[in-house]
């Protein structure tokens, strides 16, 4: 047993023309028992900046709490909004604060930075980032998500087709 | 004035009766009475000058940097005890540094001179240490706005933006020329010049 894989997550996070969707599953399970159906795994954390976190349930609520505090101060301090590729560094750095006894939490950025350019990366559990500009996955079932990416993926979607791909690869 | 502060002006944990810190005030005379520093924000950048005075013909000249760089776009000069701007310096630099480290973009002037400003405030809170005897002036780059910015920390823990600013021996000299200069209307080199 994986204390990653304890409660399950499926997130996915894609870029399209001037936009990005991303999607997760609402499954909140012990093991094999699903203990709640209506579980957030994806928060806003701006108008334009959303993070999805998949892994140990305790640590994606205490992590989004931990992002919108840290994001709350920032822009209080600095009278400006945070963009999109310095939450993902500030989040790297947080995880990576926590090395050797990590939150058990692997997270997806998906945002639009001041030009409306998309914005997407993701992170294992100490902060390593990886960017892309096409898709991004996280959680129990990465391998299927990767595959249905790869195979079904186009780049510079419409909006509206890029939420029905996100939704087929949910289902 | 000297002999006014009697008693009250052992430490800097000590209010006098009027309500003033008088090693923090001590601190800027000894600022007051170094070699003068002067910076201008002109149309396209900062630009710094120092005076650095040679005491002794033993003296290498071009030793004692009073002019630093902070990180890749802010730099500084400092004004006073050439020491106590060392760990200025020092402090400005960590900062930066910590700062692109943690959020993956060069530090903004604000927040950078806001760091600096409450290291220097800091230490004139307890009893066991002493104001730093340096003012510094931080010549920055927003990349976020596209703008220059000017700023100086005094020993208080003060940091106000400026145009133009002095310190130093001959700073009401030097303040005087600068009101009378139009800085929004050169460029650095002209602003060197004068």
Redesign the interface.
Known sequence: MSILEYNGAAIIAMAGKDCVGIAADTRLGVQAQTVACDFKKVFKMGDKLFVGLAGLASDVQTLDQLLTFRKNLYELKEEREMKPKVFSAMLSSILYEKRFGPYFAEPVVAGLDDDGKPFLSAMDLIGAPVYTDDFVVSGTCTGNLYGMCETLYKPNLEEGVTSRELKGRQD | MASSGSGYDLSPTTFSPDGRIFQVEYASKAVASSGTSVGLKVSNGVVLVTEKLLNSKMLVPGSSRRLHGLDRHAGCSVTGLVSDGRQLVNRGRSEASNYL?????RS?P??LC?RLASFAHYFTLHGALRPFGATTMVAAYDE?VEEYTLTMIEPSGQAYRYFGCAAGKGRQGAKTEIEKLNLQGMDCSEGLDK
Do not use: A, L, Q, R
């Not at chain 2, 480290?101 to 973009?105: K, M, N, P």
């Open positions: 480290d943690t959020y993956g973009i903004p604000s927040v806001d976020d």
